[in-house]
């Protein structure tokens, strides 16, 4: 029975100092990974439509970028290329030619923030003129014809200066095949963050904004996961973890807390979550209506990600909310 007089729990909510004493769960700047898209030119700096405070950058505009994010203690970026439908094809080519912009703004990138992790994006999408991860035949998305290109995009990226790749794409497989190649090539030291639990969601429809990169016939489900499953999750973690995963990645985020939880408890690597663009225009759009409070908004989504067991979030209110961070 509880004795009401001597199990009190309010006792340790009483004052600023004593809640955060036993605080059981922290949030830091250094726990965010923030994405961020890149397009040719020079002088850009265009607002995603769906995603206010979020622009595509070229990369000159880009690197003054990263002189206010990495003074704000943001120490790790995920870049994504946005391309014009002139640069795509089936076999998404442009994804690893030398001269290609994504590698050249990473090898920048590289050269003038020594210290930042630069993860960067395996999936066809981006260069691919189906809009899809894998490469079209027939209409059907094929696995093993699609590992060689991803292949191809890993080894490129890592020449480039890639710290942490990101395989998106969701085809079997391919966790283990971009490893093998990796240190085949030596590039023993990059590491893989790989989408595990990707969820066919409607949360991406502002990043396919961003990056003009919607599909252009069906939808991603043949790949990506069915929201109502769970023990899918464990087995797209393990065969993730055995073919030689660093990280795991639960994307989205918010929706799927009971993932990462699961997650977490199960697997003995860093768990990622991606607090996916559909999250961030959620949040946006209510606070712009005045409907709710933004900034508070925010910081209970981050917290909510990392009490489920995220380690790290790659969220695009890593700005803001390691301003937040920084003024406590
Ligand atoms: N491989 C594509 C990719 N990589 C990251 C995201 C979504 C990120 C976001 O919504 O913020 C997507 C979208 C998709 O699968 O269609």
């Known amino acids: 029975m509880i004795d009401l007089n001597r199990r009190r729990p309010r006792r340790n909510r009483k004052s600023g100092a004593i809640r955060d004493l036993v605080q059981e769960t922290n949030l830091q700047v250094s726990d965010f990974i923030f994405p961020m898209f890149v ?32 003074d704000l203690g943001i120490r790790a970026i995920d870049l994504f290329p946005n391309y014009p439908e002139s640069k795509k094809d089936r076999h998404a080519t442009e994804g690893y030619q030398e001269d290609t912009f994504y590698l050249k703004a990473i090898t920048a990138i590289k050269e003038k923030f020594p210290d930042l992790a630069i ?7 981006p260069y691919s003129s189906d809009g899809h991860d894998g490469l079209v035949e027939n209409g059907v ?10 292949g191809k995009m890993a080894l490129a990226q890592a020449k480039a200066g890639a710290d942490i790749l990101g ?7 391919r966790v283990g095949y971009i490893r093998d190649l ?53 087995l797209e973690a393990q065969l993730d973890f055995e073919e030689g995963a660093d990280m795991l990645m639960v994307k989205p985020a918010l929706a799927y807390l009971d993932i990462i939880k699961l997650l977490d ?13 559909g999250e961030y225009a959620m949040v946006m759009a209510a606070a712009q209506n005045g409907w709710l409070d933004g900034q508070r908004t925010m910081m209970e989504v981050l917290m909510s990600i990392r009490r489920a067991g995220a380690k790290c979030i790659l969220t695009y209110f890593a700005k803001d909310a390691a301003k937040v961070l920084n003024e406590r």
């Open 182 to 234: 990796l240190d085949e090539a030596q590039y023993t030291d990059v590491s893989i963050m790989s989408y595990s639990a990707k969820y066919a969601s409607a949360f991406y429809g502002p990043f396919r904004d961003a990056l003009e990169s919607a599909p252009k016939f069906g939808d991603k489900k043949t790949y990506q996961m069915n929201p109502a499953n769970v023990q899918e999750a464990l």
């Open 167 to 173: 395989p998106s794409d969701m085809m079997d497989g």
């Open 141 to 150: 998305i094929l696995n093993d014809a699609t590992l060689d290109i991803l």
């Open 119 to 125: 993860m960067t994006d395996i999936a066809m999408d």
């Open 265 to 277: 408890d199960h697997f003995n690597i860093p768990i990622a979550a991606y607090n996916v663009s």
């Open 39 to 70: 397009q040719e030119g020079s002088h850009q700096k265009v607002e995603v439509k769906s995603m206010p405070g979020i622009y595509r950058f070229s990369l000159d505009t880009l690197l003054e970028e990263l002189k206010e994010v990495t």
